[in-house]
T-cell receptor, first 109, second 112 residues
Framework: GAGVSQSPSNKVTEKGKDVELRCDPI?????LYWYRQRLGQGLEFLIY????????KSGLPSDRFSAERTGESVSTLTIQRTQQEDSAVYLC???????FGPGTRLTVL | KQEVTQIPAALSVPEGENLVLNCSFT??????LQWFRQDPGKGLTSLLL?????REQTSGRLNASLDKSSGRSTLYIAASQPGDSATYLC???????????FGKGTTLSVSS
């Protein structure tokens, strides 16, 4: 069956631009997580959605970061006015068992 | 604040060796502990999940143990193979369904 998919797989952008990253979870999974993995660092939690409950945004590093999810469908992570320190692999996982997508590698020049 | 540490950061072994990867966490009040494998340029694959009430889990050549009171877990890989080369990540959460807190991983290289 289809796993978690993410798009784009790679994104290069200029400092100051906005970017939008997409995650398609496994159908039927109510939980969805976003993580960030910077070079040489462990995964950092960003945001967690559970069904129609208010998301847990406690991991978002600044107000430039936001995420949306409608119901149990696709989620988008938006980073406004990107900075070089935002360069990382952004990973999405669905279900409490944490099935991960392949990630989006973001490079901010 | 929960912190997860993995030792060693990197490990190189010849094919066929048995090996142990270590994970420690600072707050013993965990709900689950998971071991993941990450291949270059790819996402994470869950290897083993140990609930806080369990002591160990086994899958094929992999065995993970959990000692919650001491804040430690080990991942034992038997008869290592070149295909086992990857980064192994340990992660914990403190409640059902909450986000995981990850260690930085152990990068394993198995030579043939």
């Amino acid at each position: 069956g289809a796993g978690v998919s993410q798009s784009p797989s790679n994104k290069v952008t200029e400092k100051g631009k906005d970017v939008e990253l997409r995650c398609d979870p496994i159908s039927g999974h109510t939980a969805l997580y976003w993580y960030r993995q910077r070079l040489g660092q462990g995964l950092e939690f960003l945001i967690y959605f559970q069904g129609n409950s208010a998301p847990d945004k406690s991991g978002l590093p600044s107000d430039r970061f936001s995420a949306e999810r409608t119901g149990e469908s696709v989620s988008t992570l938006t980073i406004q006015r990107t900075q070089q320190e935002d360069s990382a692999v952004y990973l999405c996982a669905s279900s409490w068992e944490q099935f991960f997508g392949p990630g989006t590698r973001l490079t901010v020049l | 604040k929960q912190e997860v540490t993995q030792i060693p950061a990197a490990l190189s072994v010849p094919e066929g060796e048995n090996l142990v990867l270590n994970c420690s966490f600072t707050d013993s009040a965990i709900y689950n502990l998971q071991w993941f494998r990450q291949d270059p340029g790819k996402g994470l694959t869950s290897l083993l999940l140990i609930q806080s009430s369990q002591r160990e889990q086994t899958s094929g050549r992999l065995n993970a143990s959990l000692d919650k009171s001491s804040g430690r877990s080990t991942l034992y890989i038997a008869a290592s193979q070149p295909g086992d080369s990857a980064t192994y990540l340990c992660a914990v959460n403190d409640q059902a369904g909450t986000a995981l807190i990850f260690g930085k991983g152990t990068t394993l290289s198995v030579s043939s």
